[in-house]
């Protein structure tokens, strides 16, 4: 069942869009706001009230790659791992961090407090490398400065 | 007044970025207003009909931002117009910013999101549009605050809303987050995932100014183009054009990164050559790195050697020279940095992000990534270097809808070129000399496993099963090592 904050959310873009079905791709994101990801369940009630086939709810979903079809930890780092992050040597902060944490990329700590993933350029070439930990940006890194970053997050 | 904030610039002459704040934060409106802002839009609601709009922005030679540099003007004015044009049309602004190397939207919206809205306004009124989306990519949380905050003062002070300064225009302005994807930046690709639909490419024609937006008339425009629009209105396209280095005329931000001594974006006239930007704005190279090459605007773009750093940057010097502009924010290659680990990185985003409809990049774009991978593991024969060139025709111009596989192959092609030495030796050697060296780039265990296209022969064996988030894009063909059969006919 969507939650009534979730369905006032919803609600309160559908007169964006002339066709109700068109507020699929936000509505996913509003439940992924509160939920942390979008499980199967959340989608048919998504599709129920927008009046959208499960199935093509999850080919959009599927296709996005910021809907998480499966659970994630608190907290989720996105390290960018375009052209400057790897001119920029990326792959050194990857490897940091995957040590750091016991997970490679798509790995969630056991304790939940982390998912590790990758994500395309976050347009902070000018600070490479970079990458974003739930919506904070984080550039110019360096195995330093993600031990003092990584920190901050409980 | 005696509370005005310092600024960058004479916004005469920066047009885009001179009311920008010293200190890098946001204009609110009365900021804006102080520097002009909204005087554009007043102006052409008052003096200029719609079609004087789009022949001001023709006659001020705009060319679109985002990377194609179309003719703006041009683009509009094939929206229906008049009694009997749709009465429902759209302007979406396309804000997805994904080009790996471009940054220049996320710091005009940042720095002045008032320009953008003025901007979208005015294009909306050109065409006869009376709702505009703005769409934003997901990791844009502090541009969308801004825009959101802005379009909230705008509407207080009747920019936006029912009769647009007591007009007949009347325009609201929606905001649109991404769930994430290249193809969401392809402009009809865009126009699916507004939709909420997959956001593959459509087929043209129909063309978006006929039938775009739930196929309505739309016109689609890049931040940086809609951002132009207040400039040429409130200078006049004459003046504006004139702030150009080129005929081309105008201005455009431009940004360097990679290991210069200042990395950042900058507002430059039209035409500044990359040596300007390089060596003057961004200092040079940091000691101890010698350039090598650039890539001028974007994945999507060609290679430039350093020696060839004195074009003048506008769309049709770069097209005669061979190279490309696209969206003029350069990634600087440095000797550290292996040539053939940076195609290889290059092919395995566009593989990743490939939408599955095309077959020559779907198929193509993994086998490519599996032949330079080879090349860059120590694998690779001498006949993987022809077989490459072959690949670059498969996917190149003309065979697929949009241009995510023809992009692809630009990079790759001038590498093979001006780094051909590298490609060699690789082979010869058999191993990649910078990952011997350890250098910071060439180092690392292997390849990055590339969200959702698949496993590699490179992946780090640490590497859990599948991530849970991104896309699936079609399983790469397993090949143990050359590409065997396919040969395509070479159609020129």
């Known amino acids: 069942m969507l939650t009534d904050d979730e369905r006032s959310e919803i609600e309160a873009t559908l007169h964006h869009y002339p066709h109700r079905h068109s507020a699929a791709a936000g509505a996913m994101r509003i439940v992924q706001r509160h939920r942390g990801w979008v499980s199967d369940e ?113 | 007044m005696t509370d005005e904030p310092a600024r960058i610039g004479d916004p005469d002459e920066l047009p885009l970025t001179g009311a920008f704040r010293v200190d890098g934060s946001a204009l609110d409106l009365a900021d804006y207003e102080a520097a002009g802002g909204y005087q554009a839009l007043r102006a052409a609601l008052r ?29 509009w004015s094939f929206v229906p117009m008049g009694d009997d044009a749709p009465p429902v049309k759209y302007v979406v602004c396309n804000g997805d910013e994904m080009e790996p190397g471009s940054f220049k939207d996320r710091y005009l919206i940042q720095g ?40 909230e003062e705008a509407h207080v002070a009747g920019y936006l809303g029912e009769h647009v300064l007591g007009s007949r225009f009347s325009l609201e302005i929606n905001l649109h987050v991404s769930i994430g994807r290249y193809m969401c930046g392809e402009a009809s690709g865009m126009l699916n995932a507004l939709q909420s639909d997959r ?89 101890g790195y010698t350039l090598r090459a650039v890539l001028p605007g974007g994945a999507s773009t060609p290679l430039i050697p350093a020696g060839d750093l004195d074009i003048p940057m506008d769309f049709d010097h770069m097209k005669k020279a061979g190279y490309g502009l696209g969206t003029a924010t350069a990634l600087l290659v440095d000797d550290s940095v292996c040539p053939v680990g940076l195609c290889l990185n290059l092919l395995r985003f566009f593989a990743q992000e490939s939408c599955g409809w095309c077959t020559p990049c ?96 490179g992946d780090s064996p640490a590497q859990p099963p599948a991530p849970p988030t991104p896309p699936t894009p079609p399983a790469p063909p397993r090949r143990p090592g050359g590409l065997p059969g396919l040969a395509p006919e070479r159609g020129r």
């Open chain 2, 199 to 287: 956001a593959n490419p459509r087929w043209r024609p129909p063309h978006m100014a006929s039938a775009g937006l739930w196929s309505r008339p739309t016109v689609i425009n890049n931040v940086e183009s809609l951002c132009c629009v207040p400039g040429i209105v409130r200078l006049g396209p004459e003046r504006w054009r004139a702030l150009g280095l080129t005929d081309e005329g105008g201005t455009r931000i431009c940004g360097v990164s990679g290991r210069a001594r200042h990395t950042g974006a900058w507002e430059f006239p039209v035409g500044t050559p990359l040596r300007e930007m390089i060596e003057g704005r961004a200092g040079g190279m940091r000691d």
């Open chain 2, 112 to 151: 002045n999101p008032h320009l953008l809205i003025e901007g979208m306004a005015l294009a909306c009124y050109a065409i006869g549009a009376s709702t505009g989306y703005i769409f934003v990519r997901d990791q844009y949380d502090v541009p969308h605050a801004l825009l959101a905050r802005a379009l």
């Open chain 1, 42 to 154: 959340a989608l048919a009630d998504i599709g129920a009230f927008l009046g959208v086939s499960v199935d093509e709810l999850d080919s959009r979903a599927t296709f996005a790659n910021m809907v998480f079809r499966r659970p994630v930890g608190r907290h989720v780092i996105l390290i960018c791992d375009s052209d400057c992050c790897y001119v920029m040597g990326y792959e050194e902060m990857r490897d940091h961090i995957a040590a750091r944490l016991g997970v490679g990329l798509g790995g969630t700590t056991p304790d939940g407090r982390f998912t590790f993933l990758p994500i395309v350029c976050l347009a902070q070439c000018d600070h490479a490398p970079a990458m974003v930990i739930d919506t904070d940006f984080h550039g110019d890194l360096t195995p330093e400065r993600i031990d003092e970053i990584l920190e901050r997050y409980d």
């Open chain 2, 47 to 75: 003096d200029m009909a719609p079609g004087d709009v789009t022949e001001a922005v023709s006659d001020a030679g705009l060319r679109g931002r985002g990377g194609a540099g179309y003719a703006t003007g041009r683009k």
């Open chain 2, 362 to 457: 779907w198929a193509g774009l993994p086998w490519a990534v599996g032949v330079v991978n080879d090349i860059e593991e120590g694998r690779g024969r001498p006949e993987h270097l022809d077989l490459l060139a072959e690949q670059m025709w498969f996917m190149g111009e003309e065979m697929c809808f949009c241009d995510l596989a023809p992009s692809a192959t630009k990079a790759l092609g001038t590498a093979l070129t001006i780094f051909r030495d590298e490609f060699e030796s690789h082979i010869a050697d058999g191993r990649c000399s910078y990952r011997a060296r350890g250098s910071a780039t060439g180092a690392g265990a292997a390849g990055a496993a590339p969200n959702g296209a698949g496993p590699h022969e």
